[in-house]
């Protein structure tokens, strides 16, 4: 059975940094893409980042391009997301999730972890 564990969410002030984790376990880490995802209240649920192992391919959002970085410890079956520069937009509840298209819809994916809350203060 496939978990995803997400960590690492916090309050920040605008400018200052962050980094998630996404644990995952019951399948082999590398096998599939992986992204990071984020929901604000009242806004649906956007891609922020994506990386696929085999292909060593990444993707961002132009949001969040040059502020985030998405990398994965395989030996530790960990997903990452960087976050600097962060601004007041960037907050919202973060998730990993795992077997999807890269730069794809959150509607492609089929595993989720439970979110982790990123706030940023002005």
């Known amino acids: 059975q496939v978990q995803l564990v997400d960590s690492g969410g916090g309050s920040v002030q605008a400018g200052g940094s962050l980094r998630l984790s996404c644990a995952a376990s019951?399948?082999?880490?590398?096998?599939?893409?992986m992204g990071w995802f984020r929901q604000a209240p009242g806004k649906e649920r956007e891609g922020v980042a994506g990386?696929?192992?085999?292909?060593?391919?990444?993707y961002y959002a132009d949001s969040v391009k040059g502020r985030f970085t998405i990398s994965q410890d395989n030996a530790k079956n960990t997903l990452y997301l960087h976050m600097n520069s962060l601004k007041p937009e960037d907050t919202a509840m973060y998730y990993c999730?795992?077997?999807?298209?890269?730069?794809?819809?959150?509607?492609?994916?089929?595993?989720w972890g439970q979110g982790t809350q990123v706030t940023v203060s002005s």
């Open positions: 019951g399948y082999t880490f590398s096998s599939y893409c």
């Open positions: 999730a795992a077997e999807g298209l890269l730069g794809g819809s959150w509607k492609e994916y089929k595993n």
């Open positions: 990386i696929c192992t085999r292909s060593g391919s990444t």
